[in-house]
């Protein structure tokens, strides 16, 4: 069964910096899009970050110039770097990977379990 495994959240102080892990495993054909959202207390699920097979990132707004999306595809994981962290950027995380688990199969959406991020002084 395929899964996503998070890691790299934590508590750390406004300013500082924290990079977020997400490896696919599984029966996995093929990996498409991957990327991050956040979940706010009381909120929506909201994009943070994508990445398309071919390098090309997207990021919300709100992150723009603080953090970075890649991605290894030898290791089936994508990362967030996470700089210059605010308290409004406390949040569960969650990534998202679209993937095809046969030849010309459909691509599917899986996501990560969440990690919480917290940054407060």
């Known amino acids: 069964q395929e899964q996503l495994v998070e890691s790299g959240g934590g508590l750390v102080q406004p300013g500082g910096s924290l990079r977020l892990s997400c490896a696919a495993s599984?029966?996995?054909?093929?990996?498409?899009?991957m990327g991050w959202y956040y979940q706010a207390p009381g909120k929506e699920r909201e994009l943070v970050a994508t990445i398309t097979s071919g390098g090309i990132t997207s990021y919300a707004d709100s992150v723009k110039g603080r953090f970075t999306i890649s991605r290894d595809n030898a290791k089936n994981t994508v990362y967030l770097q996470m700089n210059s962290l605010k308290p409004e950027d406390t949040a569960v995380y969650y990534c998202?990977?679209?993937?095809?688990?046969?030849?010309?199969?459909?691509?599917?959406?899986?996501w990560g379990q969440g990690t919480q991020v917290t940054v407060s002084s």
């Open positions: 998202r990977v679209l993937i095809r688990k046969w030849y010309n199969g459909p691509y599917v959406p899986i």
């Open positions: 599984g029966s996995i054909f093929e990996i498409n899009d």
